[in-house]
């Protein structure tokens, strides 16, 4: 009944033009061609429903198992981690929320190992995040004294000098200059 009701839905121009596209580019036997016409009449019929529902979902290990010190394991796949949420993502196209609905898993359940959030924790401790900046002491405050601003730009001349070393002319460095050659 349902088969009847589903091809009465579908278009037979559509299948035929189908077929025909098919037949042209591909080779297929004559006792072939009723099955892949009720194939590709059956899969029209079903474009608009949807798909039919899974039995029940097994995970890769048992739940209360699935988050241990160092790891913690996926329940779609049994990949082992220390933080599951790019796995999700990359993998299997889930967000944290969507994961833990699908197993049907308390909104607090870990994704990321118990040692690993230590870690990071601890570390945060050490650096001072998540605390309200300190306050100044209550003593009094201190005169600064401005700081001297450096000299930007070049350094001063040299001071001239009357000595008669210092009116020779200096020596310069470098390349011989050209001379002509007389040819």
Excluded at 15 to 22: D, G, L, P, T
Excluded at 47 to 67: D, F
Excluded at 172 to 179: E, I, L, M, S
Aim: aromatic letters at 2%.
């Amino acid at each position: 009944m349902e088969e009847q009701s589903a091809s009465k839905e579908v278009d037979l121009r559509l299948v035929a033009e189908i077929i025909r596209s098919y037949v042209a580019h591909n080779s297929v036997s004559v006792d072939q061609l009723s099955g892949l016409i009720s194939e590709v009449r059956r899969s029209l019929g079903g474009l608009g429903r949807g798909a039919p529902l899974q039995g029940a979902l097994v995970p890769a290990v048992p739940i209360k198992r699935s988050v241990q010190r160092d790891h913690v394991v996926c329940l779609e796949c049994g990949f082992r981690s220390q933080m599951l949420r790019r796995h999700l993502r990359i993998k299997h196209g889930l967000e944290a929320a969507d994961y833990r609905a699908r197993w049907k898993l308390s909104a607090n359940h870990p994704l990321t190992a118990p040692s690993y959030s230590a870690r990071r924790s601890a570390l945060a401790k050490q650096l001072g995040l998540g605390r309200p900046p300190r306050q100044a002491d209550p003593s009094p405050p201190v005169p600064k004294t401005p700081p001297v601003a450096k000299r930007r730009g070049r350094k001063p001349s040299q001071p001239v000098t009357t000595s008669p070393e210092a009116s020779a002319p200096k020596k310069r460095r470098g390349r011989k200059p050209r001379t002509l050659a007389a040819a």
